[in-house]
């Protein structure tokens, strides 16, 4: 928690966020037995256009200010990304760095965006623009500008 701590400290990490990043698969970098930065891919559905696709979704990606521009995070990164190509139809990740992620094959989604919850798809306008994703080689023809909708969840839905 220290890691999220340091890379988070104005609006914090919370315990959602914690949840959202547990249970998949996790890379972290160690550095004289301290971690310095951390990915994890978790299992999800997102649908385009109401078509259901087994997602990577990318969560509680950091690296410690101080070891940031060394190449750290891109080295996760790929290993993650590797991970949603061969296991995946679709990666995806909510983000407002897209630059890290454009460099590494992420696009961004132009669609508007949805949660699915027990009433109906319920919009999610404040998402637009900062979903991306990663096109794996089990991903239909998309457009990027369908409807895209997750499932809902506690905390920040995407």
Do not use: K, N, Q
Request: glycine share 12%; charged share 25%; proline share 5%.
């Amino acid at each position: 928690m220290d890691l999220f701590a340091a890379c988070w400290p104005a609006e914090g990490f919370s315990a959602d966020d914690v949840d959202h990043a547990v249970g998949g698969v996790h890379w972290v970098a160690e550095v004289d037995g301290r971690i310095v930065a951390h990915a994890s891919v978790v299992e999800r559905l997102v649908e385009a256009d109401g078509r259901p696709m087994p997602t990577g979704y990318l969560e509680a990606v950091a690296t410690l200010p101080a070891w940031r521009g060394r190449g750290i995070a891109t080295r996760l990164l790929g290993a993650a990304d590797e991970h949603i190509r061969t296991t995946f139809d679709l990666g995806a990740l909510s983000t407002g760095a897209h630059g890290l992620y454009e460099r590494l094959g992420w696009e961004r989604w132009r669609g508007p965006t949805f949660v699915r919850t027990a009433d109906g798809p319920v919009r999610t306008g404040e998402e637009d623009g900062g979903i991306m994703i990663l096109r794996t080689p089990r991903t239909p023809r998309l457009t990027l500008t369908e409807a895209l909708s997750c499932e809902w969840r506690a905390g920040d839905v995407w």
